[in-house]
């Protein structure tokens, strides 16, 4: 089983759709979380860190769930400039190495 | 934010030669360091990482005298690539643990391609 696994995609919505990827992690003990986006062939940048509590940040929601090891992010009022690969990201046991799943591919058309 | 530079940022260089790759922190200091390494198509995959001053921890399967890393300083980690073959063609990518030990700042890669 991988340590972060993702569905590929590639999701293909119309521009001021809802969006909604998950994500489910093999470490019990991860204390960290993450969602990071990727343009092609560019760094990953840091779209927002996932708190137990769930947190949000503009169009973007991120919500964790521990005792099902998975986490989510919903994107709401798609914009043309979302389209990017979201990457779900876990620190594993607080070394601060970062497992970082396969990713998701989201395409918004206009 | 804090910004983290790598150089060069595409090379493409002859099969057994080796390339040196820098990371460097530019407006923060880093004693941590991390390497990641992404096939087209497949996620970053931790490679290594870098402590100031000690020697690299590898992941496993990832051969460390292949991939030299040597982080001299607080703002500059070096990982070579030694006689390297086409299949080391990949996109490199470092990063930089910041003051909140959570945070990472990525530099914006490295494409090497080995013919």
């Known amino acids: 089983r991988k340590e972060v696994e993702q569905d590929p995609g590639p999701f293909n919505v119309p521009e001021g759709a809802t969006v909604a990827f998950n994500c489910t992690y093999s470490n019990s003990a991860s204390q960290s979380f993450f969602w990071y986006r990727q343009d092609c062939r560019k760094e990953p940048k840091l779209l927002m860190s996932v708190y137990s509590s769930g947190n949000e940040d503009g169009r973007f929601t991120a919500q964790l769930n521990r005792a099902s090891q998975y986490i989510s992010l919903l994107i709401r009022d798609s914009k043309l400039s979302d389209s990017a690969t979201y990457l779900c990201?876990?620190?594993?046991?607080?070394?601060?190495?970062?497992?970082f799943g396969s990713g998701t591919r989201l395409l918004v058309r206009p | 934010g804090a910004v983290v530079s790598q150089h060069p940022s595409w090379v493409i260089c002859k099969s057994g030669t080796s390339v040196k790759i820098e990371c460097r922190s530019l407006?923060?200091?880093?004693?941590?360091m991390f390497w990641y390494r992404q096939f087209p198509k497949q996620s970053l995959m931790l490679m290594a990482t870098s402590n100031e001053g000690s020697k690299a921890t590898y992941e496993q399967g990832v051969e460390k005298d292949k991939f030299l890393i040597n982080h001299a300083s607080l703002t500059l980690s070096t990982l070579t690539v030694t006689s390297a073959h086409p299949e080391d063609s990949s996109f490199y990518i470092c990063?930089?643990?910041?003051?909140?030990?959570?945070?990472?700042?990525f530099g914006p890669g490295t494409r090497l391609t080995v013919t």
């Open positions: 407006d923060f200091q880093a004693t941590t």
């Open positions: 990063s930089a643990r910041g003051v909140r030990a959570y945070e990472q700042y």
């Open positions: 990201v876990v620190d594993m046991d607080s070394s601060y190495k970062l497992i």
